[in-house]
């Protein structure tokens, strides 16, 4: 995607102020996109002039950032979805295997077939949103959406096999994974980039 907003995220010469006003655009965008496709029921109002059925979503949506770098996109989420609860999950890759690890979680109690949408800018190999699933599904959550800035197809694959029904919205699909596990052509380390770090 030759997105102007994304080639700001992308350029390794964005400072941190553009990256971060970038990083919320987008964020804003996903969030939109998203809540297009979150179960609703009908409601009855009263426009100025008749009644009308109108939409309300079914139930508030479960905010999953995965930590550190989903917290980047929380603020976004929050504002389009005000009676969202959140959960946090926290999962930091292991220096010699590279394998995901749990290192904290706080998650409120999880309704019946609520939304539950995990946050996170990058999706490489999705083995930390697989992690953070397996912890949800322990939970009582059965309805999972992934909204992230940029994945590579390995990703979305595992994603797609691992929960058949997610549905997964990103700004961009790049071309796949490097030896490192790194998104090419990608924009480096979101968390590092966004948090100054």
Do not use: W
Not at 66 to 71: N, P, T
Request: charged share 20%; net charge negative; proline share 9%.
């Amino acid at each position: 995607m030759n997105d102007p907003i994304l080639t700001i995220l992308r350029d390794q010469e964005t400072g941190t102020a553009d990256f971060r006003r970038a990083a919320d655009l987008v964020a804003h965008r996903l969030a939109t996109t998203l809540a297009m496709k979150l179960p609703t029921d009908p409601l009855l109002i009263h426009t100025p002039l008749q009644a009308m059925e109108g939409k309300q979503y079914a139930l508030p949506p479960l905010l999953v950032p995965i930590l550190r770098a989903g917290i980047a996109l929380l603020a976004p989420f929050m504002t389009h979805f005000p009676n969202a609860s959140v959960a946090f999950v926290g999962i930091r890759h292991s220096e010699e295997t590279a394998e995901p690890i749990l290192y904290y979680h706080n998650i409120p109690p999880i309704l019946p077939h609520q939304p539950c949408i995990l946050l996170d800018p990058m999706l490489a190999t999705a083995g930390s949103t697989s992690v953070a699933i397996d912890l949800l599904k322990e939970k009582g959550a059965t309805r999972f959406y992934f909204a992230g800035v940029v994945g590579a197809p390995q990703g979305i694959r595992r994603l797609q096999e691992k929960v058949p029904s997610i549905d997964i919205t990103l700004a961009a699909i790049d071309e796949g994974l490097n030896d490192k596990k790194f998104i090419v052509p990608g924009l480096g380390d979101f968390g590092d980039r966004y948090f100054h770090t």
